[in-house]
């Protein structure tokens, strides 16, 4: 029989928050076994636990509501470590602080607590101010092949 500590606790034993181990420990399971989790996992669902790979679970709003506006899961690439440290704060992006974000989640976090787009003036309009005119351009889509 598989067991269950094999897939689901760290290098120290412990089990991983929102694991198979971590279900088993706070349902009192100690058979550590498929059977066990059998049985525990035919009654009432068990607390959900907020992660980063939550993020692709379809059961997503089921766990954790809909009426999040700005879930965590919005910021770019959390790491699940970071995703841990901030969502001891909130699940929404608005509530949690911005310390430590990277680059690209922080301009999110800023957007989401301005509540508007973020926009860099300064480095917009030196973009901008690089282009020559006249500009031309290819487009690909507007040339495709009359024959396939
Ligand atoms: S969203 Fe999915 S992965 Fe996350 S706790 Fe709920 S069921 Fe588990």
Known sequence: MLCISQLSSDSDGEPVPGSIDAVLVQTGNDGRSWTGLD?????????????????????LTDCFGSELSHPLWE????SARRFRDLSAFSLEVAEVPGDGLTAAQRRNW??????GPGVDGPALEAELSAIQLP???LDFEAGLSPKP
């Not at 910021?75 to 959390?78: A, D, H, V, W, Y």
């Open 39 to 59: 049985s525990d996992t035919a009654s009432a669902a068990p607390l959900a636990i907020p992660e980063a790979h939550c993020k692709k679970c379809p059961l």
């Open 110 to 115: 800023e957007c989401v607590v301005a509540g």
């Open 75 to 78: 910021l770019p690439r959390i």
């Open 135 to 137: 500009v031309y351009y």
